[in-house]
């Protein structure tokens, strides 16, 4: 009962944090289902899912409110969610002090990034849909293995790289992060490695 009380209050603060923000937050969230787990890749199929369930509530009212850019998320979506399956199916073939070492960088790096480089939108008129594809399968290959839609590395990649705007980067963002988490989840869940 203490494991399910942890979970619930990992995932209300990081769903509390990261609605202020735009961001789904499954980083915060992360750490403390990899303990309740006991096993990484059930952790990041578990984490994934909470993650994907976050985005689309978030996504969905963004989308309403026409802060969604649809002919990015036509190119960073499907790269995102081949990398995502890819990541869920073959992370149980990492060894698992090597899963958890990658999953330890990825929160780190990101931290350190959002600290050293906070995010700055740089809006072009036409933004740049080559970056969106590559960057989002980079992104979606981590975060299927990892368990996270790493929402906190496709913001800078849709502010800097794409060329969006603040407001459409988030919902754009939280729409390829439901997405993301989706196909992620769906691939840890043929694996069994949801807990």
């Known amino acids: 009962m203490l494991e399910l009380a942890l979970a619930l209050a990992g995932s209300f603060v990081a769903g509390y944090l990261g609605a202020a923000i735009g961001l789904v937050l499954g980083t915060l969230r992360l750490p403390l289902l990899l303990v309740l787990a006991g096993n990484p890749a059930a952790g990041a199929g578990t984490n994934i899912a909470i993650s994907a369930a976050a985005a689309a509530s978030g996504g969905l009212r963004h989308a309403r409110e026409g802060r969604v850019d649809w002919r990015v998320v036509a190119w960073m979506a499907p790269p995102s969610v081949a990398g995502a399956v890819a990541g869920g199916l073959y992370a149980h073939a990492v060894p698992d002090r090597l899963l958890f070492a990658v999953i330890a ?30 960057l989002g399968f980079a992104i979606g290959v981590v975060g299927g293995a990892a368990g996270v839609i790493l929402g ?25 992060g439901f997405l993301l988490g989706l196909a992620g989840f769906a691939a840890h869940a043929a694996l069994l490695e949801v807990e």
């Open 105 to 134: 960088l990825v929160l780190a790096w990101q931290g350190v990034d959002l600290l050293v480089r906070p995010f700055t939108e740089r809006p072009l008129d036409r933004p740049r849909v080559v970056p969106a594809a590559g």
């Open 152 to 176: 906190t590395l496709r913001m800078p990649a849709l502010l800097r790289a794409v060329g969006l705007t603040a407001h459409r980067a988030v919902g754009t963002n939280l729409v390829v």
